[in-house]
Protein backbone atom coordinates (compact mmCIF):
# COMPACT_ATOMS: atom_id res chain seq x y z
CA UNK A 1 0.00 0.00 0.00
CA UNK A 2 1.40 3.43 -1.27
CA UNK A 3 1.64 6.25 1.09
CA UNK A 4 0.24 9.23 -0.09
CA UNK A 5 1.69 11.29 2.64
CA UNK A 6 3.93 10.63 5.19
CA UNK A 7 4.90 12.78 7.78
CA UNK A 8 7.74 12.47 10.79
CA UNK A 9 8.41 14.56 13.83
CA UNK A 10 6.88 17.74 12.21
CA UNK A 11 7.50 20.65 14.26
CA UNK A 12 6.98 24.54 14.07
CA UNK A 13 7.38 26.95 16.82
CA UNK A 14 5.54 30.31 17.39
CA UNK A 15 5.48 32.89 19.19
CA UNK A 16 2.10 31.62 21.66
CA UNK A 17 2.08 28.39 20.40
CA UNK A 18 4.06 25.20 18.56
CA UNK A 19 3.64 21.93 16.69
CA UNK A 20 5.23 19.38 18.73
CA UNK A 21 6.86 17.01 16.36
CA UNK A 22 3.91 15.29 14.26
CA UNK A 23 4.06 11.97 12.82
CA UNK A 24 1.27 10.53 10.79
CA UNK A 25 0.58 8.21 7.77
CA UNK A 26 -2.11 8.66 5.00
CA UNK A 27 -2.41 5.56 2.59
CA UNK A 28 -3.53 5.44 -0.63
CA UNK A 29 -7.04 4.89 -0.62
CA UNK A 30 -7.92 6.40 2.81
CA UNK A 31 -9.89 9.03 4.37
CA UNK A 32 -8.10 10.73 7.70
CA UNK A 33 -10.02 13.17 9.71
CA UNK A 34 -8.17 15.79 11.32
CA UNK A 35 -9.79 17.43 14.31
CA UNK A 36 -9.36 19.31 17.60
CA UNK A 37 -10.95 22.86 19.11
CA UNK A 38 -10.02 25.99 16.83
CA UNK A 39 -6.74 27.36 17.60
CA UNK A 40 -5.33 23.46 18.66
CA UNK A 41 -3.39 23.37 15.24
CA UNK A 42 -5.22 22.22 12.46
CA UNK A 43 -4.59 24.50 10.24
CA UNK A 44 -1.35 25.40 10.55
CA UNK A 45 -0.78 21.51 10.07
CA UNK A 46 -2.30 21.93 6.73
CA UNK A 47 -0.34 24.82 5.58
CA UNK A 48 2.54 23.08 6.53
CA UNK A 49 1.86 20.03 4.42
CA UNK A 50 1.20 22.44 1.53
CA UNK A 51 4.48 24.83 1.77
CA UNK A 52 2.39 27.73 3.61
CA UNK A 53 4.39 27.63 6.86
CA UNK A 54 7.77 26.51 6.82
CA UNK A 55 8.11 23.77 9.43
CA UNK A 56 11.29 24.56 12.02
CA UNK A 57 12.44 20.61 11.46
CA UNK A 58 10.84 17.07 10.37
CA UNK A 59 10.15 15.60 7.27
CA UNK A 60 7.20 15.36 4.99
CA UNK A 61 7.17 13.18 2.05
CA UNK A 62 4.22 12.42 -0.53
CA UNK A 63 4.57 9.07 -2.42
CA UNK A 64 7.92 9.27 -1.15
CA UNK A 65 9.07 12.80 -3.06
CA UNK A 66 9.29 16.20 -1.84
CA UNK A 67 5.80 18.66 -2.41
CA UNK A 68 7.35 19.74 -5.54
CA UNK A 69 7.44 16.83 -7.19
CA UNK A 70 3.87 16.02 -6.59
CA UNK A 71 1.73 19.61 -6.59
CA UNK A 72 -0.34 18.26 -9.88
CA UNK A 73 -1.57 15.14 -8.06
CA UNK A 74 -2.50 17.54 -4.73
CA UNK A 75 -5.46 19.30 -4.45
CA UNK A 76 -6.37 21.72 -2.01
CA UNK A 77 -9.69 23.41 -0.60
CA UNK A 78 -9.91 26.12 2.20
CA UNK A 79 -12.74 27.02 4.06
CA UNK A 80 -12.19 30.58 2.74
CA UNK A 81 -12.99 31.11 -1.22
CA UNK A 82 -9.93 31.84 -3.42
CA UNK A 83 -11.13 32.55 -6.29
CA UNK A 84 -11.93 35.97 -8.46
CA UNK A 85 -15.90 36.76 -7.24
CA UNK A 86 -16.37 38.78 -10.64
CA UNK A 87 -15.74 35.18 -12.22
CA UNK A 88 -18.17 33.11 -13.86
CA UNK A 89 -17.80 29.59 -13.53
CA UNK A 90 -16.99 29.31 -17.47
CA UNK A 91 -14.69 31.88 -16.77
CA UNK A 92 -12.82 30.02 -14.13
CA UNK A 93 -12.30 27.43 -16.90
CA UNK A 94 -10.82 29.58 -18.95
CA UNK A 95 -7.91 30.92 -16.50
CA UNK A 96 -7.10 27.27 -14.65
CA UNK A 97 -7.35 25.23 -17.46
CA UNK A 98 -3.94 26.09 -18.59
CA UNK A 99 -1.72 25.92 -15.50
CA UNK A 100 -3.02 22.27 -14.88
CA UNK A 101 -2.06 19.22 -17.63
CA UNK A 102 -4.58 16.91 -16.29
CA UNK A 103 -7.13 19.34 -16.48
CA UNK A 104 -10.60 17.60 -17.65
CA UNK A 105 -12.72 19.51 -19.29
CA UNK A 106 -16.01 17.27 -19.86
CA UNK A 107 -15.75 16.39 -16.06
CA UNK A 108 -15.69 19.86 -15.02
CA UNK A 109 -18.81 20.19 -17.38
CA UNK A 110 -20.56 17.25 -15.77
CA UNK A 111 -19.21 18.48 -12.12
CA UNK A 112 -20.73 22.07 -12.98
CA UNK A 113 -24.77 19.67 -14.04
CA UNK A 114 -24.38 17.87 -10.97
CA UNK A 115 -24.16 20.24 -8.76
CA UNK A 116 -26.52 22.89 -10.09
CA UNK A 117 -24.24 25.31 -10.89
CA UNK A 118 -25.14 27.82 -13.31
CA UNK A 119 -21.89 28.72 -15.57
CA UNK A 120 -22.59 32.00 -16.67
CA UNK A 121 -23.67 33.71 -13.06
CA UNK A 122 -20.67 35.51 -11.09
CA UNK A 123 -19.38 33.64 -8.06
CA UNK A 124 -20.46 36.75 -5.87
CA UNK A 125 -24.14 36.32 -6.59
CA UNK A 126 -23.85 32.43 -5.50
CA UNK A 127 -24.40 30.98 -2.53
CA UNK A 128 -22.02 29.90 0.16
CA UNK A 129 -22.27 26.35 -0.50
CA UNK A 130 -23.02 27.17 -4.48
CA UNK A 131 -19.33 28.32 -3.80
CA UNK A 132 -17.97 25.88 -2.07
CA UNK A 133 -18.89 23.42 -4.34
CA UNK A 134 -17.86 25.30 -7.57
CA UNK A 135 -14.54 25.37 -5.54
CA UNK A 136 -14.33 21.59 -5.70
CA UNK A 137 -15.74 21.22 -9.10
CA UNK A 138 -12.78 22.87 -10.14
CA UNK A 139 -10.29 21.12 -8.35
CA UNK A 140 -11.56 17.66 -9.36
CA UNK A 141 -11.47 18.72 -12.59
CA UNK A 142 -7.68 18.75 -12.22
CA UNK A 143 -7.46 15.49 -11.76
CA UNK A 144 -5.01 14.82 -8.08
CA UNK A 145 -4.95 11.95 -6.12
CA UNK A 146 -5.51 13.53 -2.92
CA UNK A 147 -7.39 16.12 -1.41
CA UNK A 148 -6.31 17.91 1.69
CA UNK A 149 -9.56 20.01 3.11
CA UNK A 150 -10.30 22.49 5.62
CA UNK A 151 -13.27 22.85 7.06
CA UNK A 152 -15.29 22.84 4.22
CA UNK A 153 -18.62 22.47 5.14
CA UNK A 154 -18.33 25.06 7.98
CA UNK A 155 -21.35 26.89 8.46
CA UNK A 156 -23.26 24.80 5.58
CA UNK A 157 -27.00 23.80 5.88
CA UNK A 158 -27.14 19.90 6.26
CA UNK A 159 -28.74 19.21 2.60
CA UNK A 160 -25.41 20.89 0.80
CA UNK A 161 -23.41 18.86 3.60
CA UNK A 162 -24.37 15.76 2.54
CA UNK A 163 -23.78 16.61 -1.03
CA UNK A 164 -19.97 17.60 -0.50
CA UNK A 165 -20.13 14.49 1.25
CA UNK A 166 -21.77 12.35 -1.69
CA UNK A 167 -19.19 14.11 -3.86
CA UNK A 168 -15.77 13.11 -1.32
CA UNK A 169 -17.29 9.54 -1.48
CA UNK A 170 -17.42 9.30 -5.20
CA UNK A 171 -13.65 10.49 -5.35
CA UNK A 172 -12.49 7.83 -2.89
CA UNK A 173 -13.97 5.33 -4.90
CA UNK A 174 -10.70 5.17 -6.46
CA UNK A 175 -8.59 3.35 -4.58
CA UNK A 176 -5.63 5.35 -5.58
CA UNK A 177 -6.87 8.20 -4.20
CA UNK A 178 -6.88 9.89 -0.76
CA UNK A 179 -8.88 12.42 1.58
CA UNK A 180 -7.07 14.43 4.44
CA UNK A 181 -9.88 16.61 5.31
CA UNK A 182 -10.47 18.85 9.11
CA UNK A 183 -14.13 19.71 9.77
CA UNK A 184 -15.70 20.49 13.21
CA UNK A 185 -19.08 18.90 11.69
CA UNK A 186 -17.95 15.47 13.46
CA UNK A 187 -21.15 13.88 11.99
CA UNK A 188 -20.06 14.50 8.69
CA UNK A 189 -16.81 13.21 9.52
CA UNK A 190 -17.77 9.54 10.67
CA UNK A 191 -19.43 8.89 7.89
CA UNK A 192 -16.76 8.90 5.58
CA UNK A 193 -12.93 8.54 7.56
CA UNK A 194 -11.12 5.65 7.94
CA UNK A 195 -8.60 7.38 10.49
CA UNK A 196 -8.79 9.73 13.43
CA UNK A 197 -5.93 12.77 13.91
CA UNK A 198 -7.16 14.74 17.16
CA UNK A 199 -4.97 17.19 17.60
CA UNK A 200 -5.02 18.77 20.90
CA UNK A 201 -2.24 22.39 21.76
CA UNK A 202 0.07 21.08 18.69
CA UNK A 203 0.30 17.77 19.77
CA UNK A 204 -2.17 14.28 18.55
CA UNK A 205 -3.62 12.83 21.38
CA UNK A 206 -5.35 10.34 18.96
CA UNK A 207 -3.71 9.09 16.02
CA UNK A 208 -5.39 5.92 15.16
CA UNK A 209 -7.99 4.12 12.63
CA UNK A 210 -11.75 4.60 13.65
CA UNK A 211 -12.19 1.07 14.23
CA UNK A 212 -9.94 1.01 16.67
CA UNK A 213 -11.23 3.73 18.03
CA UNK A 214 -14.93 2.04 18.36
CA UNK A 215 -13.08 -1.24 19.53
CA UNK A 216 -10.88 0.19 22.44
CA UNK A 217 -12.66 3.03 23.86
CA UNK A 218 -16.15 3.38 25.01
CA UNK A 219 -18.13 6.12 27.20
CA UNK A 220 -19.35 5.15 30.92
CA UNK A 221 -21.65 6.51 33.05
CA UNK A 222 -21.91 6.71 36.61
CA UNK A 223 -22.95 8.48 40.05
CA UNK A 224 -20.23 9.94 41.71
CA UNK A 225 -19.58 7.53 44.08
CA UNK A 226 -18.80 4.72 41.44
CA UNK A 227 -16.99 6.71 40.36
CA UNK A 228 -14.65 6.91 42.96
CA UNK A 229 -14.61 3.15 43.41
CA UNK A 230 -13.10 2.64 39.53
CA UNK A 231 -9.63 1.67 38.93
CA UNK A 232 -7.93 4.87 37.61
CA UNK A 233 -6.43 2.72 35.08
CA UNK A 234 -9.40 2.53 32.96
CA UNK A 235 -10.32 6.29 32.48
CA UNK A 236 -8.98 8.21 30.20
CA UNK A 237 -10.45 11.93 31.22
CA UNK A 238 -14.07 12.08 32.72
CA UNK A 239 -16.40 15.57 32.83
CA UNK A 240 -18.68 16.30 36.11
CA UNK A 241 -22.24 16.81 34.70
CA UNK A 242 -24.58 17.65 37.72
CA UNK A 243 -26.28 14.25 38.02
CA UNK A 244 -23.86 12.19 36.63
CA UNK A 245 -20.33 11.66 35.41
CA UNK A 246 -19.51 10.93 32.09
CA UNK A 247 -16.28 8.60 31.65
CA UNK A 248 -13.97 7.82 28.53
CA UNK A 249 -12.82 4.42 28.98
CA UNK A 250 -9.77 1.95 27.48
CA UNK A 251 -9.96 -1.91 27.64
CA UNK A 252 -13.72 -2.15 27.47
CA UNK A 253 -13.82 -5.76 27.44
CA UNK A 254 -12.17 -5.68 31.00
CA UNK A 255 -14.01 -2.63 32.03
CA UNK A 256 -17.48 -4.17 31.61
CA UNK A 257 -16.43 -7.45 33.27
CA UNK A 258 -15.19 -5.88 36.46
CA UNK A 259 -17.84 -3.35 36.53
CA UNK A 260 -21.01 -4.80 35.02
CA UNK A 261 -23.33 -2.73 36.55
CA UNK A 262 -22.17 0.32 35.34
CA UNK A 263 -23.78 1.45 32.04
CA UNK A 264 -21.62 2.09 28.74
CA UNK A 265 -21.98 2.63 24.94
CA UNK A 266 -20.15 2.37 21.81
CA UNK A 267 -17.83 6.01 21.51
CA UNK A 268 -18.49 8.57 18.49
CA UNK A 269 -16.26 11.61 17.51
CA UNK A 270 -18.58 13.99 19.04
CA UNK A 271 -18.53 12.21 22.60
CA UNK A 272 -14.59 11.90 22.06
CA UNK A 273 -14.29 15.36 21.40
CA UNK A 274 -16.06 16.50 24.34
CA UNK A 275 -14.37 14.18 26.85
CA UNK A 276 -10.77 14.85 25.87
CA UNK A 277 -11.29 18.57 25.49
Known sequence: MKKSINVHNLSKQFK??????LSFILNEGEVTGLIGRNGSGKTTLIKSLIGLVNPDSGDIKFWNE???QNKDKIGVVFDDFNINMFLTAQEVEKIQKPSFSNWDSD??????????????????DMSKGMKMKLQIASVLARKPKLLILDEITSGLDPVMRDSIIDILFDFIQDETNSILISSHNLEDLEQIIDNV???????????????????????????KEDFERIDPEFIINNKEHDYNMELLIQHPDQFRNQYPEIQTEAVNLNELFKLVN
Do not use: Q
Open 66 to 68: DLD
Open 107 to 124: LYSNLLERFEIPKNIKIK
Open 197 to 223: LFIKEGSFIFNNSILDIKDNYVIAYCN
Open 16 to 21: NFSLNK
